[in-house]
């Protein structure tokens, strides 16, 4: 018989798993449901329906994987686990300072209540279930781990070892003394608390927004300094902008503001080289992966994975807390359990399932909407799990528009002036269009656009000449890549333009969701597996086979043309 084990994370970006046998059912976000971005608070009210949709009978579960923590609902309503035993938190160790060992301490076993039923029970640290989270779901045999985001459990940093099936050595907080170039590593407060106070943003929306206005302009050295010592002592507060005679509230389009984007930036790729180097002067290991909510940050992971450093790095799809209860699931499965791993990438598809396919026949009548620089939808199949939208859950578009940026900034996704699109390129013309050799399977590394493509392709370069490239192989999803080989057959360019599906809304969910987004924006075109949907004709094209083909001008175009 399967083992199945059941994991729950209640913090922000509230998130589930299902993990039969060691292989994800289902890794979903709250916010998915709730549609309220970084949603926190438990999921009981939902559990009982994503258990009946995946056919597991509650007495099916033979664990339930949890963190201690719960953030409240975002209506002040308190949640507590009904937990046998104390947990790991209360373990004497547990807040030593620098703390170095096993894990062994960070984790604990219980009996717990849930819905009526006792099932065994593990409580699994924050940061411990980060790193196994990235080192469990990566192909490395051994490796470093690094994570670092804006706090929990109270830690903002920790880096580990992972050998095989088991996570064997982890250090919280090092360089505590506050006086190497080490720090703590909080990085990730620092950046949140400058996005809210110093620029006006959510808190958990600040970083996302600040890493484009970073490359801007480049980093004052003195501002660099001032940002170190905000982040070892004053991080939950406002930068103390009056030092340079600046406002406390910041116009991005300002210099300042531009600069203070960019010694952010500048402070945290130091911090992360000089974590990865600490790493490999610890472990000597040949291959880093790297999680938590700063592994968001594409920027320090391209620069780790081009020092030289390591031989290989390695960012999971779901870094952020959003992942969590699937790096809890597998702590358990592997390290507690002692179940050996099999190293396979796994499939990103493991959200909400939009049933059917969407037909091949499809696909030119797709790229003949790009042609005609239309922005197209596209929701199918299961969604992403994480928070990159690689194709399921996508807003497409021709990078060869010079507007296109500022067409979907302003009426598409009403978002800020200067946050750049990703490109989704074939795996097979990568070299030729794009500089480093960086693993792009999730979106979370950055590379140079060559010069000469610069120009063919603004609608997805950066103002610093940069991109974040998703790298779609043979392996990737087949309506995705047929609609990318399509277009380059159509006009010479293996690259589009990639986005999430949303409006200042978490990433669609559902086909209606998908169609309720369509119609409130500018996005032109829609396309499910139950038809393509256009603005000036509303009703869907079924899938009837007299539905047909567009035949495509393959010799008239040419690469940089717009038709």
């Not at 402070?267 to 974590?275: G, I, S």
Request: proline share 6%; net charge negative; charged share 25%.
């Amino acid at each position: 018989m399967s083992y199945r084990i059941l994991s729950l994370y209640y913090g922000h970006d509230a998130n589930i798993c299902l993990l039969e046998d060691g292989k994800p059912v289902l890794v979903l976000e709250k916010e998915r449901y709730s549609r309220i971005k970084h949603d926190q608070g438990h999921m009981n009210d939902i559990i009982p329906t994503i258990l009946k949709e995946h056919h597991w009978a509650p007495e099916s579960i033979d664990m339930v994987v949890i963190n201690p923590y719960c953030r409240p609902t975002l209506d002040s309503k308190e949640f507590n686990w009904d937990l046998e035993g104390k947990t790991f938190i209360t373990n004497g160790e547990y807040l030593t300072p620098v703390w170095q060992g096993s894990p062994e301490e960070r984790y604990s076993r219980h009996k717990i209540r849930l819905s009526d039923k006792t099932y065994d029970c593990i409580a699994v640290d924050h940061h411990l279930a980060h790193i196994a989270g990235a080192f469990f779901t990566s192909t490395f045999t051994d490796a470093g781990i690094l994570t670092s985001d804006g706090g929990g459990d109270e830690r903002f940093s920790a880096m580990g070892y992972g050998l095989n099936n088991k996570i064997e050595w982890i250090e919280y907080d090092w360089g505590k003394d506050r006086t190497t170039d080490y720090s703590m590593l909080n990085i990730g407060s620092t950046w949140a608390s400058i996005g809210e106070y110093n620029f006006g943003y959510q808190r958990l929306e600040g970083a996302g927004k600040l890493m484009g206005l970073s490359s801007y302009t480049k980093a004052p050295p003195l501002l660099v300094q001032h940002i170190q010592r905000h982040a070892l002592y004053y991080w939950p507060f406002p930068f103390p902008t009056n030092l340079f005679y600046q406002p406390k509230i910041l116009d991005p389009h300002s210099q300042f503001a531009k600069e203070l984007a960019a010694a952010l930036q500048e402070y945290t790729r130091l911090m992360y080289l000089a974590a990865s180097k600490r790493i490999k002067n610890l472990k000597n290991v040949d291959r880093l992966c790297m999680t938590g909510g700063c592994a968001m940050n594409c920027l320090a992971n391209t620069a780790i994975h081009t020092s030289g450093i390591f031989k290989d790095t390695y960012v999971p799809a779901q870094p952020h807390d959003g992942g969590l209860s699937l790096g809890q699931a597998l702590f358990a499965w592997h390290h507690v359990l002692e179940n050996p791993r099999k190293l396979e990438t796994w499939s990103p598809y493991l959200g909400t399932d939009i049933p059917g396919e969407v037909p091949l026949k499809y696909v030119d009548e797709i790229v003949q909407a790009l042609l005609n620089q239309k922005t197209v939808g596209l929701a199918f199949g299961r969604a992403e799990s994480g928070p990159r939208a690689l194709g399921h859950r996508s807003i497409i578009a021709d990078p060869r528009r010079a507007d296109i940026k500022d067409h979907i900034n302003q009426n598409v996704k009403q978002r800020e002036w200067f946050r750049p699109y990703a490109p989704v390129v074939l795996k097979d013309d990568y070299s030729e269009w794009f500089v480093d050799d960086v693993p792009g399977t999730y979106m979370s590394y950055m590379s140079g656009v060559k010069e000469d493509k610069q120009d063919i392709i603004p609608g997805i370069v950066h103002v610093d000449g940069t991109a974040r490239p998703q790298v779609l192989g043979p392996e990737g999803d087949p309506i995705y890549r047929a609609i990318l080989e399509r277009w380059k057959e159509a006009t010479g360019v293996p690259v589009l333009l990639n986005t999430s599906f949303n409006h200042q809304e978490p990433l669609v969910n559902t086909e209606q969701q998908a169609e309720n987004t369509w119609k409130n924006t500018g996005l032109d075109v829609l396309v499910t597996h139950s038809g393509i949907n256009y603005k000036n004709n509303i009703s869907k094209i079924s899938r009837r086979e007299e539905c047909q083909s567009v035949t495509l001008p393959l010799q008239e175009s040419k690469v940089g043309e717009i038709q």
